[in-house]
C-alpha cells in the first residue's frame, strides 16, 4: 500500500496529473449532485447535470480572475 502512494506521489509531481484528479473528482461530484438534485426536484437528470457543471465553471472561472490567472 505504501509503494502505491509512493508511485501515486511521483505522479502527482507532474502538473497535467494534478489537473486531471482534480477535473475527475469536480466531475464526479458534480455528476452526484446533479442525481440527487433531479430525483428531489423532479428534474431531467442530463440538464440537472449539465446545469452543475455550468455553475462549477462559473465558480472557477470567478475564482481564477479574482487570483488574475486569466485575463
Known amino acids: 500500500m505504501s509503494a502505491m502512494f509512493t508511485q501515486l506521489?511521483?505522479?502527482f509531481q507532474y502538473p497535467f496529473v494534478r489537473y486531471?484528479?482534480?477535473v475527475?473528482?469536480?466531475?464526479?461530484?458534480?455528476?452526484?449532485?446533479?442525481?440527487v438534485v433531479s430525483v428531489l426536484a423532479g428534474t431531467p437528470?442530463?440538464?440537472?447535470?449539465?446545469?452543475?457543471n455550468i455553475l462549477?465553471?462559473?465558480l472557477c472561472a470567478a475564482l481564477g480572475r479574482l487570483k488574475g490567472a486569466a485575463r
Do not use: E, M, R
Open 9 to 11: 506521489a511521483a505522479y
Open 20 to 22: 486531471a484528479f482534480i
Open 24 to 35: 475527475g473528482v469536480l466531475v464526479a461530484l458534480c455528476a452526484a449532485a446533479g442525481i
Open 45 to 52: 437528470v442530463g440538464s440537472t447535470i449539465v446545469a452543475g
Open 56 to 58: 462549477v465553471f462559473l
